[in-house]
């Protein structure tokens, strides 16, 4: 398997997401934005986190412009598959790839611990090997993970099945740390081959750094 991973300006994630493919067996290569083109043997396209152009104007509005964005927009428009983490959530979104946006964080403060989020469609490549109703330990980094979407796109959201994983407490119970929209952490777009969540399951790939429930999410991109 092939993951190409994009690097902007002010990416600062994107050698911790090759670590974690690279565990799981995966093959990498990372793609500066001035590229106009995704390799042709890339079987999964991740926009990594950090801080794209330092987030300036809005987390995501410059990146979305860099010469790369089109490449991705034909690659998914193909079937590609993509995956958006954090600031790659927040591109993806700003590009029109995804729907909905990330505001700032509803305390106005920067949030960096571990998570629970619960599994609430597993019907899609990325959490396939997870079950409706699992609940993983993620860590949260971010200043703009409030997600939100209007009562039209939301009613959508839901009719087909594009809300991957919500926030919640180790037993699943609700428990929203942005104030993000029915604490969603993560969607799909309509055609399940774009992915987008807050959390960073690939920083929880080692039980030595308080959590290895990142291998159960990404695995699922493995066995499509």
Known sequence: ??????QFPGTNCEYDTQYAFEKLGASTEILWHKSEEVPTDTDLLVVAGGFSYGDY?????????SPVMKAVGEYASKGGKVLGICNGFQVLTEAGLLPGALKRNESLHFISKHHHLKVQNNDNDFLKELNNGDVVNIPIAHHDGNYYIDDKGLKELKENNQILVTYCDENGNELNPNGSVES????????KNIFGL??????AMETILGSDDGIKMLEGFFKA
């Open 1 to 6: 398997m092939k993951v190409t991973i994009l």
């Open 57 to 65: 104007l809005r987390s995501g509005a410059i990146a979305r412009f």
């Open 184 to 191: 969603i952490a993560g969607i799909s777009n309509k055609e």
């Open 198 to 203: 807050m959390p960073h399951p690939e920083r």
